[in-house]
């Protein structure tokens, strides 16, 4: 089983930017579909942004234009760029192993970063 750690968040102002990694165990990394997810508290988790094994990407419409997304295979690491972060962005972010072109994740997860986006 894969095994996830997410790093980067924090506490910023309105405005601001992070940086989120994710460290993926296993051989298979490369060839897997990725996401990031998010979870505010009293909400259902949301997918944020994917990308392709190969590069292609997609994102939640409430981050376009301020969020990327990209990884690093020969890492086994994933990111996720933040900028102009908003107040309704604070959630605990997740990633995982997605299926294309559905995005579902798998159903096991990391511990997940805390974005905390101050007004």
């Known amino acids: 089983q894969v095994q996830f750690v997410e790093s980067g968040g924090g506490l910023v102002q309105a405005g601001g930017s992070l940086r989120l990694s994710c460290e993926a165990s296993?051989?298979?990394?490369?060839?897997?579909?990725m996401g990031w997810y998010r979870q505010a508290p009293g909400k259902q988790r949301e997918l944020v942004a994917g990308v392709r094994s190969l590069g292609g990407t997609n994102y939640a419409d409430s981050v376009k234009g301020r969020f990327t997304i990209s990884r690093d295979n020969a890492k086994n690491t994933m990111y996720l760029q933040m900028s102009s972060l908003k107040p309704e962005d604070t959630a605990v972010y997740y990633c995982?192993?997605?299926?294309?072109?559905?995005?579902?994740?798998?159903?096991?997860w990391g511990q997940g970063t805390q974005v905390t986006v101050s007004p």
């Open positions: 296993g051989s298979t990394f490369s060839r897997n579909a």
């Open positions: 995982n192993i997605a299926s294309w072109p559905s995005w579902v994740p798998r159903d096991y």
